[in-house]
Each structure stands twice: as C-alpha cells, then as structure tokens.
T-cell receptor, first 111, second 117 residues
Framework: DAKTTQPNSMESNEEEPVHLPCNHS???????IHWYRQLPSQGPEYVIH???SNVNNRMASLAIAEDRKSSTLILHRATLRDAAVYYC????????????FGQGTELSVKP | DAGVTQSPTHLIKTRGQQVTLRCSPK?????VSWYQQALGQGPQFIFQ???????QRGNFPDRFSGHQFPNYSSELNVNALLLGDSALYLC????????????????FGPGTRLTVL
C-alpha cells in the first residue's frame, strides 16, 4: 500500500500560519493526495485534496511539489479549534475510496 | 441534511461473542467504507461496499464481514470476538457515482466504540 511519512507532532501559536509536511515518494501519476483531520473524540474530517496543482479552499491550502513526492498542508491562521491529528493520504486511482491512514501529525495550538 | 450516522455509540461484549454495527450514509451517497481505529493509531481500512457488493478489502480476517442494503445503509459484523477487536469502528460514506475514483471525499460518522472483555 502506498505510504506517506509525516512528523509525529507539531506545535503552533494561535493566529500564526502552520505548514504541515508530508512525504510520499512512491506516488504514481494518477494518485490523488488527500488530507483529513481528526479532532478529539470525532471521526476524521476531509480537509482538502489535489493531484498536481496547488489547491485552496475555505479550510486550508495544499502545496504540491513539482515532482509530487511531497506536499504541504497550510493553515493560514491557526485557531485553537485546529488542534487535531492531521493525516496525509494517497487515494490510489484504481483503488478508489480505500484510504490508507498513517500515524498522522498531532498539531497542538497554543493561545 | 443528516450526516453519516452510526449505531450504537458504545458496545461492550465478551470474547467469543458476535457483534453487528450499523451505518447510515450521508444523503445522496452510494458507497460505504468501514475502518477500525485502535487507541492511539490511525484508522485501518476494513472494506468498502458499493452497489451492495464488497469492492475493496483490507487486511482483516474473514471474521469481519459486511453487508450493504438497497437503501445504501450498511452493517459490519464481527464473529468470535477477540480482545484485540476492541477499537473505535468508523463508517464513512462517499459517492463514487458522482466523484469517481481518486477524487471522492469520504464523510465519516462519529464511530462505535467496541470494548471486548
């Protein structure tokens, strides 16, 4: 199964930008990069996804390296509510819907 | 619009028993996936149902089985429960019909916490 590598934990200050890195060196040309987050005591929540180009939505931005072997989730202004475990996942084209979660990055946000 | 709902929220069973967990997908969704999340770990994919058939399966034994009904709701059955089956069981729904492979967004329910004693 396709593998992603993320730091175990990161810290941020409230209202500052956060850059969450992810390495996925085994990605193939048709695999989508998805990010989900899981708040305490909740199910995972979709954040953003992309294929090649950088993507923006109301929650975050996704910056994808030119060779697609890494990506960065950007939270522009972290809030206390953004404290969660963030998962970077490859959605394999011919295995649509099978999300392979790693350990994720636990983000803590300090006031 | 109700999101993904799961029942029950909590369940306590003893080793060797059988359990059935239920999931209702988000309105308009046709695909249901099940995940097991042990404490402190990321969710692990169990299987996925689409058009009432199992499309994908993760590395789980045959003790784990499922079903999808014509209204797209789904059940997860686990037989001969082991202590190691204690976990949060998550259901996620998506629409492969409209989103297609790779781009489908999964919506997760709050999970069922199963404790095996």
């Amino acid at each position: 199964d396709a593998k992603t590598t993320q730091p175990n934990s990161m810290e941020s200050n409230e209202e500052e930008p956060v850059h969450l890195p992810c390495n996925h060196s085994t990605i193939s040309g048709t695999d989508y990069i998805h990010w989900y987050r899981q708040l305490p005591s909740q199910g995972p929540e979709y954040v953003i996804h992309g294929l090649t180009s950088n993507v923006n939505n109301r929650m975050a931005s996704l910056a994808i390296a030119e060779d697609r072997k890494s990506s960065t989730l950007i939270l522009h202004r972290a809030t206390l509510r953004d404290a969660a475990v963030y998962y970077c996942i490859l959605n394999i084209y011919n295995q649509g819907g099978k999300l392979i979660f790693g350990q994720g990055t636990e983000l803590s946000v300090k006031p | 619009d109700a999101g993904v709902t799961q029942s029950p929220t909590h369940l306590i069973k003893t080793r060797g028993q059988q359990v059935t967990l239920r999931c209702s997908p988000k309105s308009g969704h046709d695909t249901v996936s099940w995940y097991q999340q042990a404490l402190g770990q990321g969710p692990q994919f169990i299987f996925q149902y689409y058009e009432e058939e199992e499309r994908q399966r993760g590395n789980f034994p045959d003790r784990f089985s499922g079903h999808q009904f014509p209204n797209y709701s789904s059940e997860l059955n686990v037989n001969a429960l082991l202590l190691g089956d204690s976990a949060l069981y998550l259901c996620a729904s998506s629409s492969l019909t409209t989103s297609g492979w790779g781009t489908d967004t999964q919506y997760f329910g709050p999970g069922t916490r199963l404790t095996v004693l």
